[in-house]
Structures are given as structure tokens and as C-alpha cells.
């Protein structure tokens, strides 16, 4: 488990009942949005309505830096580790024969 407390950005989306918080990496060049639906007590989840609503438009109005508030939050996230591997030698190939 990986552990943090510091000043993020963070918002409330009431209509989706979900905080966002932004993780800065590489110096603040990159950073990742963590979405955390709230429990909805109803016949759909949070993360139902989450992924039922959720657009880019919204999204991305949302996150801007006028939107988001700096908040001290603690933030508990799973350790992961992503790889990724592509075969491009036929790809590569072809864009040096032409």
C-alpha cells in the first residue's frame, strides 16, 4: 500500500457524487486524477454512476486548475506496477522501405 499525505489538488463533483484528487509526477509535467465515487445507497454504486456519466467534456471542465482547491488529503492507493511490451519490427520495417 502506498501512502501520502500532502496538498493536492482536489474537487467534489456533486453531480456524480465523486472526489477527484491529482497525484503531480515528473516535477509536476504529469500527474494522475484519482476519481473516488461515494457509496450511493440506491439500486446503482457510485462507480456505476461514475462510469454511466462520466464524459471528457465533464472531466476535463472539472480538473482545471480554476475547479480543483488545494486540500491536504491523505491518500492510501494499492501498490501496482504496469508493463507493456509491442512488437513494432514490421511497423518500423515498412516506414523505412518507403
Do not use: A
Amino acid at each position: 500500500m502506498m501512502f501520502q499525505r500532502g496538498k493536492f489538488n482536489w474537487t467534489y463533483i456533486q453531480t456524480m457524487h465523486t472526489h477527484i484528487v491529482e497525484l503531480p509526477y515528473v516535477n509536476n509535467d504529469l500527474s494522475m486524477l484519482i476519481l473516488l465515487p461515494d457509496d450511493i445507497s440506491n439500486d446503482i454504486t457510485g462507480l456505476e454512476m461514475l462510469e454511466r456519466d462520466l464524459m471528457y467534456e465533464t472531466l476535463s471542465r472539472r480538473t482545471s486548475s480554476e475547479m480543483m482547491e488545494k486540500t491536504e488529503v491523505d491518500v492510501y492507493l494499492p501498490r501496482i506496477k504496469m508493463e507493456e511490451s509491442y512488437d513494432l519490427n514490421s511497423t518500423l520495417s515498412s516506414m523505412v522501405s518507403k
